[in-house]
């Protein structure tokens, strides 16, 4: 499997990416879905109200027409709950920073370790106009290899959250939407 294959698709409407990204979900997701969180209806009333926020946007990496991996955003408001429910006080001023958080990333194992996860999260950031890109990562995934690929990616440690009773304790890291290379 190579990245270079993989044709990448915008969507701004859920519709006619719904049904890929459920299916997607559920393969990449599968080691995690007999957890309350992980379910895949969880996942589907979750995808429906994040479709429903401000500047939602996806992309999806085909393969041969085959969907491979996808990931999606918003744009977090100054007073979004993605914000309040961070464990530590941000500064005065940190939420009025325009700001995109990817709320689901996920690649197809495999397109794992080809850079695919990559070139979508790029093409994912590529067109958007906030100034900063944020994530969340349960810094458990893999070991702690997902948080330290995101590392490689410019993302930064800034604080964490637990999004729901059920979800476990996540790391929230943050980065400039666009890195200069050097």
Known sequence: MSADGVELRRYHDLAPARQALI???AEVRAPLLHLPNYRVE???ERLARHAGEPGWEAVLGFD???PVGYAYANTLTVDDRWW???TEQL???FTAVPTMVVKEIGVRPPWRGTGTARRIHDELL???TEERAALLVNPLAGDGKVQRLYETWGYVAF???QPSPESPKLTAMIRPRTLVAG
């Open 23 to 25: 299916d997607l979900y």
């Open 42 to 44: 969880v996942f589907a």
């Open 64 to 66: 041969g027409g085959q």
């Open 84 to 86: 309040t429910r961070m």
């Open 91 to 93: 500064p005065n001023g």
């Open 126 to 128: 590529a067109h958007r």
């Open 159 to 161: 604080n964490s959250q």
